[in-house]
């Protein structure tokens, strides 16, 4: 049977009391939280400050990838030897970390670009391992209104009703909205149906006066824009 990453279990070693000056918490006090590793920093939010121990067994199990850590979920944490209590305070990290991301828009509000976009949607796609569809409605000024999860699929796809996207418009006297979705396999090439709805959505909103600015496919390091590759 071959191993996976998910078999690997921490090794048992005996508890060491650190000196107070190696402490994880101890630093952080003194010598700020860009002082820590990114092991002792989990170490922190877990409650295992004197010993890294499990924090290192859960960055061997992404080969020392936080964000591949950052997508696990509450079972695969539990898998990996977390504590129900130290599985939800870590996901809650992780969350708030993403929702911090999210306080502040681009510019504010101003879309100036596609990366503008990016920046706005990708805290709320990157970890999923579903698809999901979001819409950004726009006003004149090109300044955010409000932004729309409007649909929610499986691992190769979700389902968009133009109707739904056109009637949010209306509601919120949108005069120009901007598409999103994102690829779980992280591939940015756009499918045959990515350029179908795209074609549909922009046809809806020219008869309502409802520019379609851009549709852009996310994936956890990049992003296609259709508008910059010149398909809208």
């Known amino acids: 049977m071959q191993t996976t990453l998910f078999d690997i279990k921490p090794a048992k070693q005996p508890k060491v009391e650190w000196c107070k000056e190696d402490r994880p918490d101890y630093k952080i006090q003194n010598n700020g939280r860009k002082s820590l590793t990114d092991s002792e920093l989990i170490a922190c939010i877990i ?6 121990e499990l924090s290192r067994s859960l960055l061997l199990s992404t080969e020392n990838n936080i964000s591949q ?3 696990y979920s509450y079972s695969e944490l539990r898998k990996l030897g977390l504590s ?3 599985a939800t305070t870590l996901l809650a990290s992780f969350e708030l970390g993403q ?5 502040d828009l681009p510019n504010n509000g101003l879309i100036k670009c596609s990366r503008d976009i990016y920046e706005l949607l990708s805290p709320l796609m990157i970890d999923l391992m579903h698809e ?7 006003n004149r000024s ?16 979700t389902v968009t009703d133009v109707r739904v996207i056109m009637k949010k418009a209306i509601e919120l006297l949108a005069s120009g909205i901007i598409c999103a979705h994102n690829h779980p396999s992280g591939n940015l090439a756009p499918s045959e149906s990515d350029t179908r709805i795209t074609q549909k959505i922009k046809e809806a ?7 379609l600015l851009d549709h852009l496919i996310i994936c956890e390091k990049d992003y296609y824009s259709f508008a910059d590759n010149g398909l809208i």
């Open 47 to 52: 409650g295992e400050v004197n010993s890294l």
């Open 84 to 86: 129900h209590t130290k």
């Open 99 to 103: 929702r911090r991301q999210l306080h």
């Open 142 to 157: 090109n300044r955010v209104i409000n932004k729309i999860r409007v649909s929610q699929g499986g691992i190769s796809g």
């Open 205 to 211: 909103g020219t008869l309502m006066d409802i520019q």
């Open 132 to 138: 999901e569809f979001w819409i950004v409605f726009m």
């Open 69 to 71: 850590l950052g997508k």
